[in-house]
C-alpha cells in the first residue's frame, strides 16, 4: 500500500471544453480510518459525462478545490467496523481519489459472478447499463420487433443499450457516432445495423438514409440537430426516451432543438426523460437479465480502460471528445 493519498480537486470553472488546467493532484498522507469507518483503496474509477455538467457554478455542482466524487469500486484494505472486512470489493461514491474512507452505509458490496470483470459493475452492471435497461424496458417499453435510433451509440449508454435492444428482440438497430471507424465497429461488433457518423452532414438526411422507413423509438443521449431529426423520422406512437444532452454539455449558449411540434400531436409521439437514480429499484432485474448473458458470453460490457490514476484527468476529457468506446473506466494499474 502506498504511504500517501492523491485526490482529484476542479481548480477553475471551463467555458466550453475543459482542459487538464481545470483540475489539480491533490497529495495527502494517507487518511486514518476512525472508529466505524474502513479505508478502501480505490481499483476502478467511473468518468461521466455528468461530470462535465457539475464543473459549471450551478446548484449541487462541485466545489472549486475540493475533491470530486464519482462512482469508484475499491477494497477494504483497514477496518475499524464489523460492517466492512479487510479485504472486501465495495462500489462507493467517493470517486477521484486513490483512498476513501467510508461507512458501511456509504458503501454497497458487489456480487461476483464467475466469468464477470469487476469492470463490468461500472459498465452494463453498473449507472451505464442500468440507464439503457431502464430507457429500453421502462421509458420505452420496447417491444420485440420494433425498430430504435440512438444517438450517441458509441458510448456507455449507447454500446449497452444497442447489446441490450438485441437481446430484448428489437428489429432495426440504427445509431450515430463520432467517426466512421467507431460506427464500422458498432456495426461489426455491437449489432447495430447501421450507425453514421454524425459530422457527415445535416442529421435528417443521414438519419434519412440509415433508416429510410423510420422507427419506433428513439434513445437520446445527445439532443440537439439529431432529436430534431429523430422527430421526423419516428413512427405514429413512437416514443422517445431523453436520456442525456452531451451536444450541450460543452457550448454554453447552444439552442435547444428545433423541431416540428406538430408532429407530436399528429404521430401521438411521446417523450420521456429521466434520471437513473430514481430506477435503483431495476438494479436486481438487470443482474438477472445481464449476468447469464454475460456469463455465456452474448453480451459483452464494451469498455476503454486507461490504466493508472494519474491518468484520470485524460481519460475524463478523452471521452468528452469521443476517445472512448463504450463505457470509459480508469484502472489503478
Ligand atoms: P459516453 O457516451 O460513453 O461518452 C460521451 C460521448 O459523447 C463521447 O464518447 C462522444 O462520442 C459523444 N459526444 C461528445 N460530444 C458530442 C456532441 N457534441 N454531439 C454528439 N456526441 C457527442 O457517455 P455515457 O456515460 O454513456 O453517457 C451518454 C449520455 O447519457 C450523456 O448525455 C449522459 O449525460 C447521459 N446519461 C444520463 C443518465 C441519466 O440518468 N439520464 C445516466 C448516464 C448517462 P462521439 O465519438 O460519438 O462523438
Known amino acids: 500500500m502506498t504511504e500517501t493519498a492523491l485526490t482529484v480537486h476542479q ?39 455528468y461530470h462535465r ?24 484494505t483497514a477496518s475499524r467496523t464489523p460492517g ?24 454497497r458490496r458487489l456480487p461476483r459472478h464467475e466469468g464477470v470483470p469487476l469492470t463490468a459493475h461500472l459498465g452494463v452492471l453498473g449507472g451505464t447499463g442500468l440507464t439503457a435497461y431502464v430507457g429500453l424496458t ?3 417499453g420496447l417491444r420485440p420487433g420494433e425498430d430504435l435510433y440512438v444517438s450517441g451509440a458509441g458510448g456507455g449508454v449507447g454500446t449497452a443499450t444497442g447489446r441490450f435492444a438485441r437481446l430484448l428482440g428489437a428489429g432495426r438497430l440504427v445509431g450515430s ?5 467507431k460506427a464500422a465497429h458498432l456495426v461489426r461488433e455491437v449489432g447495430y445495423d447501421a450507425v453514421f457518423d454524425y459530422h457527415d452532414g445535416p442529421a435528417a438526411e443521414l438519419l434519412g438514409k440509415a433508416a429510410p422507413d423510420g422507427v419506433d423509438v428513439f434513445v437520446d443521449n445527445v439532443g440537439g440537430e439529431q432529436l ?8 405514429e406512437f413512437g416514443r422517445i426516451v431523453r436520456v ?33 437514480r430514481n430506477h435503483r429499484d431495476v438494479q436486481e432485474e438487470l443482474y438477472d437479465f445481464a449476468v447469464p448473458h454475460l456469463v ?9 480502460v486507461t490504466d493508472g490514476f494519474g491518468h484520470i484527468v485524460d481519460a475524463f476529457l478523452g471521452m468528452l471528445r469521443g476517445a472512448n468506446t463504450g463505457k470509459t473506466i480508469v484502472a489503478a494499474g
Open 228 to 235: 430534431a431529426a429523430a422527430v421526423g423520422a419516428l413512427r
Open 138 to 140: 421502462r421509458i420505452a
Open 84 to 107: 466492512l472486512a479487510e479485504g472486501e470489493i465495495v462500489l462507493h461514491r467517493q470517486g477521484w481519489r486513490t483512498h476513501a474512507v467510508v461507512t458501511p452505509d456509504e458503501v
Open 177 to 181: 457516432a463520432g467517426s466512421a471507424a
Open 11 to 49: 481548480t477553475a470553472r471551463p467555458q466550453g471544453m475543459p482542459t487538464a488546467d481545470d483540475f489539480a493532484f491533490v497529495e495527502s498522507p494517507l487518511p486514518v480510518p476512525a472508529a466505524g469507518t474502513a479505508l478502501v483503496e480505490n481499483l476502478y474509477w467511473s468518468v461521466d459525462p
Open 53 to 76: 455538467e457539475l464543473m459549471d457554478d450551478l446548484p449541487g455542482g462541485f466545489a472549486l478545490h475540493a475533491p470530486l466524487e464519482g462512482r469508484t469500486i475499491g477494497r477494504v
Open 244 to 276: 442525456g444532452t452531451i451536444a450541450q454539455y460543452n457550448a454554453p449558449g447552444a439552442s435547444a432543438s428545433r423541431f416540428d411540434h406538430a408532429e407530436i400531436v399528429e404521430k401521438s409521439l411521446r417523450m420521456e426523460g429521466f434520471l437513473v
Open 296 to 304: 455465456s458470453g452474448r453480451l459483452v460490457s464494451d469498455e476503454t
